[in-house]
């Protein structure tokens, strides 16, 4: 996507030697600023500080930071610390796991003379192919912002149609493109009127600092909202549907995103409406049917009792905004119940949030459900 109207990647690579680039989403929206990662704990710093973040940008970063280990030392040892590392970073996407799954079978299965192209080489496909998956889902989102637009009379000179989304699953959280903005881009370029509706997204402000800014680079129509009026607004009729991310998705149809997902989810079902998933294939963890076994990260409290901004002279600050000495908690994700999905947008198409959909869908040759991690893995639609 372009920032400034230059092109850009949310990670990519730079110069005679490659160096791996990422832009440091913790400055967004205020500054812009690539940073280069030149180590593995480079890139486990970048995941854990959220310097990069979006689940399948977190498995892009883990492939180069394994990559970046084999360049200085190819044993068989680097190999494991560099995997043990990345994989302590953040523990809710799975895309972690994947990406590290499928760097770990393809180098093991290497001479050590080879590891150091093979894996750059890898880290590069995995950006490639995530780029292909998200322009895929974009196409099945675009499929259903089309039927509920004719549906609802909507999307044309009468009125537009409204989109709602939670935190940030745009092309920031991705290599491009994004999961559930794809469609909101496709649709935009393509003149379906849209206007997305987008929550702020307590406490790191994803939706506020990083959704509002991508939108807006690309002129699609937004108004930010506080995460408490997304009620407000679907019990109005404000709201078409729903379109969020997910940092895992269970082989049962359960879906762990954005700490909020899970309220926006009953009240969009206490009012009919449809609330999707946009879910690429290495989100979905096929050896956990039920979502309680998602493993929910916590973070540092001070996330939720200090918020950082630019005060009205352009100073960037961090202020406290609670009593000094109050407990706080900061649950990053939640789980929303398959019950509440109305449909998971994968490359392959849209399916109910259901196991049996979800995997007659994924059960071609070559496919996630069916290859090993680092084999059939790496699934170009
Ligand atoms: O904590 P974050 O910012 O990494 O959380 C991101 C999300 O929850 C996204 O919705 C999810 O990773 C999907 S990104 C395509």
Known sequence: MNVGGVPYRAIFTEGDDGQVRVIDQ??????????????????????????????PLIGATAAYGVALAMRTD???????????????????????????????????????????????????????????RNRRIGEHGLGIFREIANRAGAGGRRRELNVMTHCNAGWLATVDWGTATAPMY???????????????????????????????????????????????????GRVDLVIVGTDRTTAGG?????????????????NGVPFYVAAPSPSIDWTIEDGAGIPIEER???EVTRVWGVDDDGVERRVRVVPEGTRAANYAFDVTPKRLVTGLVTERGVC??????????????????????????????
């Not at 180590?39 to 995941?47: L, Q, Y």
């Not at 994989?87 to 799954?101: E, F, I, K, Q």
């Not at 259901?354 to 059939?376: I, M, N």
């Open 26 to 55: 913790t400055l967004l929206p205020h500054r812009f600023e690539t940073i280069g990662l030149d180590s593995t704990a480079d890139a486990a710093r970048a995941i854990r500080d959220m310097v990069v973040r979006g689940a």
């Open 74 to 132: 190819p044993s068989d040892a680097s190999l494991d610390e560099a995997i043990a590392l990345l994989a302590s970073t953040r523990p809710t996407a799975v895309n972690l796991r994947w990406a590290l799954d499928a760097a770990g079978v393809l180098l093991r299965g290497l001479p050590p003379s080879e590891r150091a192209q093979a894996g750059h080489d890898l880290a590069a496909r995995l950006c490639e192919d995530d780029v292909h």
């Open 186 to 236: 496709l649709a935009h370029d393509e003149g379906l009127r849209i206007h997305v509706w987008v929550r702020e997204t307590r406490p790191r402000f994803q939706g506020a600092g990083l959704t509002s800014w991508e939108l807006g680079q690309h002129g699609v129509p937004h108004t930010l909202v506080s995460d408490s009026a997304a009620g407000h607004l679907l019990s109005r």
């Open 254 to 270: 359960d879906v762990a995103n954005k700490v909020g997902t899970y309220p926006l989810a009953l009240a969009a079902r206490d």
């Open 300 to 302: 540092d409290p001070a």
């Open 352 to 381: 109910a949030a259901d196991g049996g959909a979800l995997r007659e869908l994924f059960a071609r040759p070559g496919s996630p459900a069916t290859g090993p991690h680092g084999s059939g893995v790496v699934d170009r639609p």
